[in-house]
């Protein structure tokens, strides 16, 4: 039996393909099981996601890529269209903490997810972002990863793995992560862009919807032992604008003027 679901995002139509009806339950690969401390569970608590999440696609630059993400039977539902015109990328990332993300136990991070709209995951470039500045500034460090097709799957994301970005450019010969004590952000991104030291499109790029479910986002240790990370609030919007300096509040507006998936 298959199910089959089409949603509406600002005026623009959404469609899957069929997925089993055993995607209800999570199916972790035996190599891919990990021991990790789960820092967002969506199927817990579906209302996290409105209140700790937010999108940065490139239609709010002037582009016209655009997602949204939901609640779903898997947890999480990030669904959306992605358009190489204009910036080439969607995301969502957490609003900033009040208080730094103290992961500095963890190696890595991992996601419980899945791409349902097609097969085609080499055809996008998918990315985890962590930010370690307070003011919401460049600080940003990205690595790949890529989700597994219609079985929901425990993907591992090493902080070795990430390099400090500025849009989509790894900056060469830059710091490796180190401050894992104070982690004031993490999202994940779907773009045109691979990440390199100089601006590169994915070949044979993948225009068009994406459907990726998502039932757990955490960290792990690469010793079997768990990590301890409460995740502290998110902030709402009027306290972010409060913490903003004059100066964040003068450039944030002008350096949206160009496209950056950070």
């Not at 690969?29 to 999440?53: C, H, K, M």
């Not at 003011?135 to 793995?161: C, H, I, L, N, S």
């Not at 039932?215 to 079997?224: L, N």
């Not at 998110?234 to 300096?245: G, I, L």
Request: charge should be neutral.
């Amino acid at each position: 039996m298959f199910q089959f679901a089409i949603a509406t995002f600002a005026g623009v139509a959404f469609s899957r393909l069929p997925v089993p009806a055993t995607l209800t339950s999570k199916a972790v690969s035996n190599d891919a099981i990990i021991v990790g401390t789960p820092l967002f569970r969506f199927t817990n608590d579906p209302e996290a996601i409105e209140s700790q999440f937010e999108r940065i696609d490139d239609v709010i630059m002037g582009g016209l890529s655009r997602s949204s993400l939901s609640p779903c039977n898997l947890g999480a539902s990030w669904r959306g269209v992605l358009r190489s015109e204009g910036g080439g990328f969607c995301g969502q990332r957490t609003r900033p903490f009040s208080k730094p993300l103290n992961l500095s136990g963890a190696d890595g991070l991992y996601l419980d997810c899945a791409l349902l709209s097609d097969e085609d995951v080499q055809r996008r470039s998918w990315k985890m972002s962590l930010r370690t500045d307070e003011g919401r500034g460049e600080v940003v460090y990205q690595a790949p990863f890529q989700p597994a097709v219609g079985a929901v799957t425990r993907v591992k994301v090493p902080f070795a793995d990430f390099r400090l970005v500025r849009g989509p450019v790894a900056l060469a010969e830059a710091p490796a992560l180190s401050n894992l004590s104070a982690v004031y952000q993490i999202g994940f991104t779907v773009s045109k862009f691979v990440i390199s030291e100089q601006v590169k499109m994915l070949e044979n790029f993948r225009n068009g919807s994406f459907h990726l479910g998502l039932a757990e986002i955490g960290s792990y240790s690469d010793d079997a032992a768990a990590v301890p990370a409460a995740v502290p609030k998110a902030m709402d919007k009027d306290e972010v604008e409060r913490r903003r300096s004059w100066v964040q509040k003068f450039i944030f507006p002008v350096l949206g003027i160009f496209f950056n998936e950070t």
